[in-house]
């Protein structure tokens, strides 16, 4: 794995020199775009607006265009702008991770200790297992500022998950949300016995991303000169009226049965 930050995070006066890994990989499936009449693979070019021409990564630079001008930045500037925060995660407030709404969580990623740095880092990944808290603060990653969350993963391994800025959240109520009505009290019971039915320890190791192997498997079929038609998928009905208590008593049957067998 490859570093995408090097700093160190403040925990009051102890600074943690850390490095920063991208925790996350894809796994949808590398598809390129094709022009559809020769399937001649699509390229796309950074061309100058005014000449037409290619231009090369290493001539690109970026801009703010203010007053009709174009305000160029260079990395100085980039590190003028807060240079602290381009080096150190100072750790400004210690929460309860369940106080942050999932909304708010982004990207999560690895923390390794560098050199010296190795004390430090297992004791706030110690004293936060002990508090059961986890620590906020502020960073420049990628040219952009960013919150971070520290927190323990598996006992083992601090993990930094990037969070959103409360502005960056949209606003819902614009949305058709139904009115405030209590449900039906039978239909709240049953719905609850199958949520209760239903209930498990999470287990992310029984999610897996099929939709890719399946879409691979038709791709192999293709190059076999081989076609495949699948079912289409029904489209939900709008404006019908549902029966609530016949579909969560289906629902009770089918999972009662799924435990059965």
């Known amino acids: 794995m490859k570093a995408i930050w090097n700093g160190a995070i403040g925990f009051g006066l102890v600074n ?3 490095k920063i890994y991208s925790a996350t990989e894809t796994s949808k499936l590398d598809l390129d775009m094709l022009d559809k009449s020769d399937y001649s693979n699509i390229r796309f070019k950074r061309v100058n607006e005014n000449t037409g021409k290619e231009v090369k990564w290493e001539n690109i630079v970026k801009g703010y265009l203010m007053d009709d001008k174009y305000i160029v ?19 400004d407030q ?7 709404d999932s909304i708010y969580f982004e990207t999560p990623y690895y923390l390794e200790p560098q050199k010296n740095g190795e004390s430090a880092y297992r004791l706030l990944l110690k004293a936060l297992e002990e508090t059961q808290m986890v ?9 952009s500022e960013a919150i971070g969350l520290i927190r323990p993963y598996k006992n083992d391994i601090l993990i930094l998950n990037r969070l959103r800025f409360d502005q960056e959240i949209r606003d819902y109520s614009d949305l058709k949300i139904p009115a405030h009505k209590a449900p039906k009290p039978a239909e709240l019971k049953m719905a609850i016995n199958l949520i209760e039915q239903l209930s498990q320890d999470f287990d992310p ?5 099929t939709y890719s192997d399946d879409l691979l498997k038709i791709i192999k079929q293709k190059a076999k000169g081989k076609s495949s ?6 489209p939900a009905k ?8 016949a579909q969560l008593k289906a629902s009770l049957n089918n999972s009662k049965s799924k435990s059965a067998s």
């Not at 620590?135 to 990628?142: A, D, M, P, Q, S």
């Open 135 to 143: 620590g906020v603060g502020t960073f420049v990653l990628r040219e």
């Open 94 to 100: 210690f929460v309860k991770e369940e106080e942050v």
């Open 205 to 209: 190791a029984m999610y897996k991303d």
């Open 73 to 91: 930045l260079d990395e100085e500037d980039y590190e003028a702008a807060s240079p602290e925060k381009t080096k150190i995660l100072s750790i």
């Open 16 to 18: 943690i020199p850390v």
């Open 238 to 245: 709008e404006g019908k009226v549902i029966d609530l208590m």
């Open 229 to 234: 038609k699948a079912k289409k998928a029904l």
